[in-house]
């Protein structure tokens, strides 16, 4: 089983150089392209997401834009904005936090071309519409084989491996207030997990996109404001904070250069991780808007990109860094965020946390 593990931890070490170098020069091409748009048109994407949805039948309304971007924004708002950035900031530094940044700004190109193509390609079915880089890669590409081997591989990827993330997360949270003993309890949050999710997803993408519509804004909002509470309690340091960032980014504080890299590599990894731009997974969720025109939900995607990153991975990285955490700790994970938000605002921000 160590060999197994140790071989896996190899190939994934050196995939993500491949995955890292293919996205950046994707959100290059893309930000060159289409005049830097995800800058340019960042108004439009506002007014965009309260467009109202179009007639999919007679007399019965789509899925509107902003239900989509709820669903797309429930699949990137989660862990990996609370843990995921956590370990980043343990592992790599304050400097991963800039180049979440970074890869946020060229995500979101990307994510306007994949989700502009999905809704381009898109299916209709009874009562939405489906789509996504499987059926663009078949019907735009011509290429059914690969878009075969693409929905076998996400379908596995996001019915099996990226929910067992987000339930660890869950569980782990849970853990730090009450200090289970033994695993019967983690198992039974995983059930009830399972349980919920499964109301959810089999009732369809349109009971899907009902719930999405309400508990994102809330967790999203109540979150982004508990953040800003620490920052304004603590406006003197941010400053100094920023610099931190920028500086340990850019190697102005660092004396090697494996330092620099590691600040790169984590901020890299956990930005797409987080904001999932180029994975070929939010398209799915693009594609089930009813929209006027295929850019427009690729604007809103695009639209999500910053709020996951710029906004919610923000929100994290701000509460560790003006809590003063001792990088490299023994609190990795969410539990070094539960502890810096404890140390802030209090005990009830872990029950908190657990919630959102």
Not at 139 to 150: H, P, R
Not at 167 to 179: H, K, L, Y
Request: some cysteine; charged content about 10%; proline content about 3%.
């Amino acid at each position: 089983m160590e060999t197994l593990a140790t071989a896996i931890e190899t190939i994934n070490e050196n995939y993500w150089y491949f995955v890292i170098a293919l996205l950046c020069l994707a959100g290059v091409w893309f930000t060159i392209r289409t005049g830097a748009m995800q800058i340019r048109w960042l108004p439009e994407m506002f007014r965009t997401i309260t467009e109202k949805p179009s007639d999919i039948s007679e007399g019965k309304k789509g899925i509107s834009a902003f239900r989509a971007f709820t669903i797309s924004a429930a699949a990137r708002v989660g862990s990996a904005n609370v843990a995921g950035v956590a370990i980043a900031i343990t592992v790599g530094g304050p400097g991963s936090v800039f180049w979440m940044w970074v890869l946020a700004i060229l995500g979101g190109a990307t994510s306007f071309i994949e989700s502009a193509l999905a809704q381009l390609y898109k299916v209709r079915r009874r009562d939405s519409y489906v789509g996504g880089p499987a059926y663009y890669m078949r019907d735009g590409l011509g290429w059914k084989k690969v878009a075969v081997c693409f929905a076998v591989i996400v379908t596995v990827t996001y019915g099996f491996i990226f929910p067992t993330v987000q339930a660890n997360s869950i569980a782990a949270s849970i853990d730090t207030q009450f200090s289970f003993e033994g695993s019967w309890p983690m198992f039974a949050i995983g059930v009830v997990l399972a349980l919920l999710t499964a109301a959810v997803v089999f009732g369809g993408v349109r009971r899907l996109s009902s719930v999405t519509e309400i508990m994102v804004p809330i967790m999203a909002i109540g979150y982004v404001a508990v953040a800003l509470f620490v920052v304004a309690i603590n406006i003197g340091e941010v400053p100094d904070m920023i610099g931190l960032i920028v500086g340990h980014a850019l190697g102005f504080k660092e004396v090697a250069g494996a330092a620099l890299g590691a600040a790169f590599m984590q901020g890299v990894r956990r930005g797409l991780f987080s904001n999932e731009a180029g994975m070929g997974s939010i398209p799915n969720a693009a594609a089930t808007a009813s929209v006027s025109h295929p850019a427009k939900q690729g604007l809103v995607q695009s639209l999500g990109v910053y709020l996951d990153t710029l906004v919610v991975c923000s929100a994290t990285a701000f509460i560790i860094l003006l809590s003063n955490p001792e990088y490299g700790g023994e609190a990795e994970g969410i539990a070094l965020t539960q502890n810096a938000l404890a140390g802030q605002v209090g005990d009830w921000a872990i029950p908190f946390l657990i919630v959102t």
